[in-house]
């Protein structure tokens, strides 16, 4: 009795999980308050560089935060007529993000505010639950969740869940929603009503009822994107010559709201019937806060999450091209706690969901803005426009707002060359890409986003389950592709570890068989390798469970497995070589992880290797990592370093590949073969 409870208590000893959890408990007592007040600091990045602030930067900053401002008001009510809510409710949505930035942000380029994908994301929403609620009701709770959503991953370190969603699955979804929004603003354009849902129907409809298209309107709408196109021509032609010029054609998108406000304006102001669809902008500043329904917020969380993932991919993208740009770096974890806090709070004021966009975020580099200081010029003129400049605004056209829609959208669309570049590259990228882009324009963006990264997250998992290793041996005497030959190897000392090179011709022994595995060895792949391995060694070894070795008596019951090898042999040609196997090396130099299934898989193959090609077939192992091998110790799995006091049941590590190869330490496989028969 005693001496199992001597065994007990040695084995929790030096359990590793709960030595983790002891060491865990000794030391966060000690490290709490530290660690919390870093943490604080972490949250509120302006502690930080506020202190270094420069008084010379303030008017880069004023100057980079005012443009953005007057970008923001175009942009706000465009995107806000895209997520079918009331369209000051878009200039309700731009001032708290840029508030917020001041003390939260860690980007001094990415401005923070409504955008175009969004705005349909948060539309197909609002369509669905317009019924109970008001749109701006329904957007504001989708704000809110989107916020909890991203301060969630935010302190949980949960960002990585977004890699899933890779840049194929973006491109095709960023062009498929430039499509179905610009194709949802024409009816605008050209003054029709009545127009059925869907990108191609609208498409077809619109272009059958080209003889009803309104001429003033079509005059005001086709005028803003000529107005729009030439002021873009000219600033890359000589936006570089003078700011003036580059300035100008940044904030085209104002310039036309102006002019086309100013002749709707004269033109309608003393009619009794306009002469085309005006916005009817109305805003009374900052409307008075408001949460969402606790029962409204039940039935947008789970349709958040398209908006959220939408919101958080752009947002990163953006910030962290910038910043590389710039020659600094953003806090990606302190970026989605600013996003969670921002859609929070903005939640309460009648708004959409917000996060970066590009086309501001280049302007306000062009800019050569020094800080996120920048975001309190921004915020303060947004509210100014609330209160003094919104009545102005109650005449802009409907279609210089769907115009400054379609010409912010048309630069999204992925030009075909990178389509055709991902199949080029990769067939999986390229059906990714394609789903993304045909299930967002014939179903909705929601669903297309989420079958694009299902298929990514789908194809990641058979990639890890097809994985097979590699089995190397020296030159075969057929034609046979099953044992590959390994160039000459040898071992070169890097600053990061052992790393094998080839360097010359092929030399590995007759008797040798180096099986490479080439990813994680885990619960999808594990016997899969297992069985390819074994597979492929018996195709060309001997076995010592054949006739010549084993009594009639004592052969197996079943024969299908010697049938499978033969026939396998025939269909591709093997010869079977006369030499019995004698090693078999490991290689785990591409083997970063091993769970309790490939340890499992691998004592598995090793006992097939051994009752089937022989029991004095000597297992070498070489490129194990240190938590690999902390794994095999977890699993009493005896292992001995070739340099060292070697136990007679260990399996051998080696330092490198060529040791391993060439070491004679009981190399002879015909004495383990003797011993069988006898």
Known sequence: ??????????????????????????????????????????????????????????????????????????????????????????????????????????????????????????????????????????????????????????????????????????????????????????????????????????????????????????????????????????????????????YMSSSRAIIVMVIFTLISYLVNKDRDEYLWGISEVNTHGIQQPKAPSAALLGKVAARSIAPLVACTLEHQAVGKAFARRNHYAIDQTQEFNYLGVTNIVNSFFGVMPVGGAISRTAVNSECHVRSPLNGAVTAGFIILTLYAFSPALYWLPKSTLAAIIIMAVIHLFGPLSLIWRYWRISLADFIACMVAFWVTIFVSAEIGIGAAAGWSVAWTLLRSAFVKPTIHASKTADASSTLQ??????????????????????????????????????????????????????????????????????????????????????????????????????????????????????????????????????????????????RFARASWKLGDVDGLLDGGADIVYPSLERAIWEERDRDSLKGIATEKS
């Not at 090898?565 to 093997?574: D, H, I, S, T």
Request: with cysteine; charged share 15%.
């Open 485 to 630: 030959p390994l160039a000459r190897v040898t071992t070169v000392q890097t600053q990061v570890g052992l790393m094998t090179e080839n360097a010359g011709n092929p030399a590995i022994p007759e008797d040798t068989v180096i099986i490479r595995f080439a990813d994680s060895l885990f619960f999808p792949n594990a016997n899969r390798n297992k069985v390819n391995a074994l597979e492929a060694i018996q195709l060309v070894y001997p076995s010592v469970q054949n006739p010549h070795y084993s009594a009639d008596s004592e052969r197996l019951w079943s024969v299908a497995a010697e049938q499978r090898l033969e026939r396998l042999r025939l269909q591709r040609g093997v010869v079977m070589r006369q030499m019995p196997l004698a090693v078999v090396i490991w290689d785990f130099g591409m083997v970063p992880y091993i769970d309790a299934t490939g340890i499992t898989a691998l004592a598995e193959l090793k006992d097939d290797i051994h009752r089937q090609l022989g029991f004095g077939v000597q297992i070498r192992i070489v490129g194990m990592t240190a938590g690999v091998r902390r």
């Open 1 to 246: 009795m005693e001496k199992h409870i001597v065994a007990v208590r040695e084995e929790l000893q030096t359990d590793v999980t709960l030595n983790r959890v002891a060491k865990f408990a000794r030391t966060t007592p000690r490290k709490l308050p530290s660690a919390t007040r870093q943490y604080l600091l972490d949250k509120l990045p302006i502690i930080q560089w506020l202190p270094r602030y420069s008084p010379p930067w303030l008017i880069q900053d004023f100057m980079a935060g005012l443009t953005v401002g007057v970008l923001l008001i175009p942009q706000g009510l465009a995107y806000a007529k895209i997520a079918t809510i009331p369209i000051e409710n878009g200039l309700y949505s731009c001032w708290v993000p840029a508030a917020v930035m001041v003390f939260m942000g860690t980007s001094k380029d990415l401005s923070t505010g409504p955008t175009s994908i969004l705005g349909l994301l948060t539309a197909e929403i609002v369509s669905g639950l317009q019924d109970e609620y008001l749109p701006a009701d329904i957007s504001s709770a989708v704000a809110m969740m989107v916020g909890i959503w991203s301060l969630l991953i935010g302190l949980l370190g949960l960002g990585f869940l977004l890699d899933y969603v890779s840049i194929p699955v973006l491109t095709g979804f960023i062009s498929a929603t430039a499509f179905v929004i610009g194709m949802g603003q024409v009816d605008s354009l050209v003054g029709l009503d009545d127009v059925p849902d869907g990108a191609f129907n609208q498409l077809g409809n619109i272009l059958k009822r080209l003889p009803y298209w309104d001429g003033p309107t079509c005059g005001i709408g086709f005028g803003t994107i000529l107005v729009l196109l030439i002021l873009q021509k000219i600033g890359q032609k000589w936006g570089n010559k003078h700011f003036v010029i580059r």
